[in-house]
């Protein structure tokens, strides 16, 4: 399993969690860049992520310079930057 799809399931179980708990202030998600090494945070809203999360080939990683593998950047905000990768990996 890759370093971005590990931090995708880590952030999957935070919205879970943060909608358990009715949150209604942007969480606090982990960068899903393809560093293992980076744990830079990331806040957004649930709606926001719910939205990304709509397309199974986008990521959420931190603004600028954090990549995913195969993937480009599709959106860009001061806060996060929206990833896509052009095909599914394994």
């Not at 560093?35 to 999360?53: I, K, M």
């Amino acid at each position: 399993m890759r370093p971005e799809d590990i931090f995708r399931r880590t952030n999957d179980r935070i919205a879970e969690k943060a909608r358990e708990l009715n949150w209604r202030f942007p969480v606090p998600f982990i960068c899903e860049c393809s560093d293992l090494h980076c744990f830079a945070r990331v806040e957004l809203t649930l709606e926001a992520y719910d939205e990304l999360r709509s397309h199974p080939q986008r990521y959420l990683t931190a603004p600028r310079r954090h990549e995913v593998d195969d993937a480009f950047v599709i959106e860009r905000e001061e806060t996060f930057d929206f990833a896509e990768k052009l095909r599914a990996t394994e």
